[in-house]
């Protein structure tokens, strides 16, 4: 499988939260191989396609719960944000670690530009 790169949807009226953590444009999601990769400014989470059960669109974000780095208040879950209209949650088969000192998380959403892209390779590669 060739590398697929999904770059963040960079909505320039939420830089003030997202440029200062280092998040740039070519920044995203990549699977490569048998990895994907979240990029997020200095943070970055990865896991093997083996352990992620599959992905949705979610939609229609308030600006404070999703833009920035944000832990779920409901579960584990993060978010790498950059914008308010639209985001894959990524599910994981086993909590996956690394984003964020001591903490694992069973699922991960990204605000890339290609949500309906990054779902269907999911699809493809679980």
Known sequence: MATQVFEYKLDTMF??????????VGQGVTIDGDTLTAQFGRVSLSTSLD???????TRN??????IG??????D???TFGTNTDAGVCIHFAEPVGGALPGMRHSAL???VDDCEGLVEAIGEAA
């Open 109 to 111: 959403t990204v605000t």
């Open 61 to 66: 974000y308030s600006w404070f719960k999703a």
């Open 76 to 78: 584990d879950g993060l």
């Open 15 to 24: 830089a003030f939260v997202w440029w200062p953590l280092g998040v740039r």
């Open 69 to 74: 780095i944000r832990m779920s208040f409901a």
């Open 51 to 57: 352990n992620i059960g599959g992905g949705h669109i």
